[in-house]
């Protein structure tokens, strides 16, 4: 399995490294970090001026909470590392954590507007 989070929704369940640990389940999660609650900044960006409100997050270092967990860790800062890391994760047995450090306001698309339908879903903007 391989849980591709934001650094949010990773800090909202990052609990679940104790049950991986325990049992070695090889779940590998790459952290998309952009210290961000990225989602909720998205829709700030897109759609209410940038008016940011309440939504950056602390710098956390992951890769040592993951050890803290007994789990394996590497943070990326380089687009470069990326197939190298990816690479060591996936070879490794048991549970591994990677941090990847994105740029701060790195969009993600396609994503479905506050209210829309599944079919009102916006993309890349130009």
């Known amino acids: 399995v391989v849980d591709v989070a934001g650094d949010g929704s ?3 369940n990052i609990q ?6 325990h049992y070695r389940i090889p779940v590998k999660v790459m952290i998309l970090n ?8 998205q ?9 940011y409100s309440y939504t950056e997050l602390p710098p956390v270092d992951f890769v040592k909470i ?3 967990y007994g789990v394996e860790g590497m943070r ?15 070879a ?13 306001e790195e ?3 396609p994503m479905v507007p506050a209210g829309a339908a599944i079919n009102e879903m916006i993309g890349v903007r130009q």
């Open 10 to 12: 990773f800090q909202m």
């Open 16 to 21: 679940e490294l104790g049950t991986v640990a």
């Open 34 to 41: 952009n210290m961000y609650l990225g989602m909720v900044r």
């Open 43 to 51: 829709w700030q960006e897109l759609f209410y001026d940038r008016r």
């Open 66 to 68: 993951a050890h803290a």
């Open 76 to 90: 990326v800062d380089e687009k470069a590392g990326v197939r190298e890391a990816i690479e060591t994760a996936l």
């Open 92 to 104: 490794t047995d048991g549970p591994f954590v990677l941090d990847f450090r994105v740029e701060r």
């Open 107 to 109: 969009n993600v698309f």
